[in-house]
C-alpha cells in the first residue's frame, strides 16, 4: 500500500459511529429517523479542547443523540485578523469527537449558514451591550444570529454551553426566550489547565512568556474568590486584584467586575442571584476571558 492509500483517518471514520453531516437538510433528514429521541446541542467553533469535551460528555449524560456542531461563525467576529487566524484543525477535532462518542458532527460551509446577505437584529436590553458588548460591539448579535439558525436547524431538547462565556450564556438565554423556543440551556463549569489557566481554542496563540503572563488572569478571580460582596472592602479586594493585572507585564486589562450574575447589571443588592466576576484582558495579541461564580 502506497503512502497516499493510507489514510489512518479514513480507517478510525470507518469504525466508528460519528455522523458528519454539512447540510441543513441532510441534519435534519437524519435527526428525523432517529424517532424523535432527546437531542442534545454543543455548538462550537472548533478547534475542540478538554472543555468543549466536557460538555459534550454533559450533553451524552443527558440526552440520546448530541449533535456538535463546528462553525465558525464570520458574523459574531468584529476583528478581521482574529476571524481569519481562528484555529481550524478539523481532523484532530473529529478523531476527539469520535473518542468521545459523539453522535452527530454537524459542520457547514458559511454559504450553507448564510446562502444570502441577511439583515438581524434583536434587541435583548442591556445585556448585551455591557462588558463584552462594550468591548465587541455587534458580536452578540452575531452570536445571537448563528445560535438562533443552529436551534432550528437541530431542535434540540437540550443545549450545552460553557460557564466560560457566562455572558453569552445569558444573550443566549434572552434570544431563546424572546423568540420562544423550547430548548433548555444547561451551564457547564469552566474546564481549566493544572496551573488555572482557563482552557480555550485561543490559547494556542500563546507564547510560552505569554501563557505564564495569561495566569494572571485565574489568580485575580481566585483573589476575589471569597470577597464579602456588600461590603465596602470588596472594593478594596478589587482594586487589588485590577492592579495584580496592570502589574503583569504583556498583560492589557480590558475589564474586571463584579456584578450580578443574573442581568450582569452592577446592582449587587439581590445577592440571592449570584454574584459573579468577570474579566477580559490581551496577552500579547490575544484576547482572553474568564470568570467565577463568587461566594
Ligand atoms: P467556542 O468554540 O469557543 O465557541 O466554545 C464552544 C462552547 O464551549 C461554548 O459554550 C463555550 O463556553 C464552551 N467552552 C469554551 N471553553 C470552555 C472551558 N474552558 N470550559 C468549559 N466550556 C468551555
Same mark, same amino acid.
Given at each position: 500500500?502506497?503512502?497516499?492509500?493510507?489514510?489512518?483517518?479514513?480507517?478510525?471514520?470507518?469504525?466508528?459511529?460519528?455522523?458528519?453531516?454539512?447540510?441543513?437538510?441532510?441534519?435534519?433528514?437524519?435527526?428525523?429517523?432517529?424517532?424523535?429521541?432527546?437531542?442534545?446541542?454543543?455548538?462550537?467553533?472548533?478547534?475542540?479542547?478538554?472543555?468543549?469535551?466536557?460538555?459534550?460528555?454533559?450533553?451524552?449524560?443527558? =440526552?440520546?443523540?448530541?449533535?456538535?456542531?463546528?462553525?465558525?461563525?464570520? =458574523?459574531?467576529?468584529?476583528?478581521?485578523?482574529?476571524?481569519?487566524?481562528?484555529?481550524?484543525?478539523? &481532523?484532530?477535532?473529529?478523531?476527539?469527537? &469520535?473518542?468521545?462518542?459523539?453522535?452527530?458532527?454537524?459542520?457547514?460551509?458559511?454559504?450553507?449558514?448564510? $446562502?444570502?446577505?441577511?439583515?438581524?437584529?434583536?434587541?435583548?436590553?442591556?445585556?448585551?451591550?455591557?462588558?463584552?458588548?462594550?468591548?465587541? $460591539?455587534?458580536?452578540?448579535?452575531?452570536?445571537?444570529?448563528?445560535?438562533?439558525?443552529?436551534?432550528?436547524?437541530?431542535? $434540540?431538547?437540550?443545549?450545552?454551553?460553557?460557564?466560560?462565556?457566562?455572558?453569552?450564556?445569558?444573550?443566549?438565554?434572552?434570544?431563546?426566550?424572546?423568540?420562544?423556543?423550547?430548548?433548555?440551556?444547561?451551564?457547564? $463549569?469552566?474546564?481549566?489547565?493544572?496551573?488555572?489557566?482557563?482552557?480555550?481554542?485561543?490559547?494556542?496563540?500563546?507564547?510560552?512568556?505569554?501563557?505564564?503572563?495569561?495566569?494572571? +488572569?485565574?489568580?485575580?478571580?481566585?483573589?476575589?474568590?471569597?470577597?464579602?460582596?456588600?461590603?465596602?472592602?470588596?472594593?478594596?479586594? +478589587?482594586?487589588?486584584?485590577?492592579?495584580?493585572?496592570?502589574?503583569?507585564?504583556?498583560?492589557?486589562?480590558?475589564?474586571?467586575?463584579?456584578?450580578?450574575?443574573?442581568?450582569?447589571? &452592577?446592582?449587587?443588592?439581590?445577592?440571592?442571584?449570584?454574584?459573579?466576576?468577570?474579566?477580559?484582558?490581551?496577552?500579547?495579541?490575544?484576547?482572553?476571558?474568564?470568570?467565577?461564580?463568587?461566594?
Amino acid at each position: 500500500m502506497n503512502r497516499k492509500q493510507f489514510d489512518p483517518l479514513k480507517i478510525i471514520r470507518t469504525f466508528t459511529a460519528l455522523k458528519i453531516l454539512k447540510t441543513i437538510a441532510a441534519l435534519q433528514k437524519y435527526l428525523q429517523q432517529q424517532n424523535k429521541k432527546t437531542i442534545g446541542l454543543v455548538p462550537t467553533m472548533g478547534a475542540l479542547h478538554q472543555g468543549h469535551l466536557s460538555l459534550i460528555a454533559l450533553a451524552k449524560a443527558q =440526552t440520546a443523540i448530541v449533535v456538535c456542531s463546528i462553525f465558525v461563525n464570520p =458574523t459574531q467576529f468584529t476583528n478581521a485578523l482574529d476571524l481569519e487566524k481562528y484555529p481550524r484543525p478539523i &481532523e484532530t477535532d473529529i478523531i476527539k469527537l &469520535e473518542q468521545a462518542e459523539c453522535d452527530v458532527l454537524f459542520m457547514p460551509e458559511t454559504t450553507e449558514m448564510y $446562502p444570502q446577505k441577511e439583515h438581524w437584529h434583536l434587541d435583548i436590553g442591556e445585556v448585551e451591550h455591557r462588558l463584552e458588548g462594550k468591548f465587541r $460591539p455587534g458580536h452578540y448579535q452575531g452570536v445571537m444570529q448563528i445560535v438562533y439558525k443552529l436551534f432550528v436547524a437541530v431542535k $434540540p431538547d437540550l443545549a450545552f454551553f460553557g460557564q466560560k462565556d457566562f455572558q453569552q450564556f445569558r444573550v443566549i438565554e434572552k434570544m431563546a426566550e424572546l423568540k420562544k423556543l423550547p430548548v433548555k440551556l444547561v451551564m457547564c $463549569p469552566i474546564i481549566r489547565e493544572a496551573d488555572g489557566l482557563a482552557m480555550s481554542s485561543r490559547n494556542i496563540h500563546l507564547t510560552a512568556e505569554e501563557r505564564q503572563h495569561a495566569l494572571v +488572569l485565574s489568580r485575580a478571580l481566585n483573589h476575589l474568590k471569597n470577597v464579602p460582596v456588600k461590603e465596602a472592602s470588596a472594593q478594596i479586594i +478589587l482594586k487589588e486584584a485590577v492592579e495584580m493585572i496592570k502589574a503583569e507585564p504583556g498583560v492589557e486589562l480590558e475589564y474586571l467586575e463584579i456584578v450580578n450574575a443574573d442581568d450582569l447589571s &452592577e446592582d449587587l443588592s439581590h445577592p440571592e442571584k449570584g454574584t459573579i466576576a468577570l474579566v477580559a484582558a490581551k496577552v500579547g495579541q490575544t484576547r482572553l476571558i474568564d470568570n467565577m461564580i463568587l461566594g
